[in-house]
């Protein structure tokens, strides 16, 4: 399997900062990364495919890069609606894992 | 409106058997693969592998082989996950998504459903 790492597991942040969270993977996936969002008790929300693509309809502060091993999601002006937490996902080899995740809290 | 709806949450105790459904609606149900991942309270995602309802080929993830079965009708548009003897280990939230791209599998979750508790207690 793919091991993912993301970085930090937890971070503090204030309204209208930038943040960006990191996840690594264990060997090269090309592009295949996405990033989540999720709120507590609901499902994830997909945000970014192939590392660089915004979803429709998510809002364009969230931005995302990297290839092979290394990706950023970057989020600036937070809002308070973005405080949740962040989880990447490869979809080159199966199983599609995932990072342990980034938990985005209000400072 | 594509959407996935998932069954309600369950009360089990080890050794029983459950199965759970997940139904799309609003799109072709035989073209797009649907996984389920689970996600244990406080703690991360984690894929437990795909089935194409189209032809049922069915992919797991090694950590979940042999522990679950996933299977789809689709006559009715029906996902499920099945155990057999459920531990106090399989408590968790489930969810079922669907990738994006018809046909693919390789691709992101932009549809899930609302995912199941399933409680396994003495």
């Known amino acids: 399997d793919i091991q993912m790492t993301q970085s930090p597991s937890s971070l503090s942040a204030s309204v209208g900062d930038t943040v960006t969270i990191t996840c690594r993977t264990s060997?090269?996936?090309?592009?295949?990364l996405n990033w989540y969002q999720q709120k507590p008790g609901k499902a994830p929300k997909l945000l970014m495919h192939v590392a660089s693509t915004l979803q429709s309809g998510v809002p364009s502060r969230f931005s995302g890069s990297g290839s092979g091993t290394d990706f950023t999601l970057t989020i600036s002006s937070l809002q308070p609606e973005d405080f949740a937490t962040y989880f990447c996902?490869?979809?080159?080899?199966?199983?599609?894992?995932f990072g342990q995740g980034t938990k985005l809290e209000i400072k | 409106e594509v959407q996935l709806v998932q069954s309600g949450a369950e009360v089990r105790k080890p050794g029983e058997s459950l199965k759970i459904s997940c139904k799309g609606s609003g799109y072709t149900f035989t073209g797009y693969w649907i996984a389920w991942v689970r996600q244990i309270p406080g703690k991360g995602l984690e894929w437990m592998g795909v089935?194409?309802?189209?032809?049922?080929?069915?992919r797991y993830s090694p950590s979940f082989q042999g522990q679950v079965t996933i299977s789809a009708d689709k006559s009715i548009s029906t996902a499920y996950l099945q155990w057999n003897n459920l531990k106090a280990s399989d408590t968790a939230m489930y969810f079922c998504a669907r990738p994006r791209q018809y046909g693919s599998s390789y691709d992101a979750f932009d549809i899930w459903g609302q995912g199941t508790m399933v409680t396994v207690s003495s």
């Open positions: 060997q090269s996936i090309s592009i295949y």
């Open positions: 996902q490869q979809s080159y080899n199966s199983p599609h894992t």
């Open positions: 089935i194409y309802p189209g032809d049922s080929d069915t």
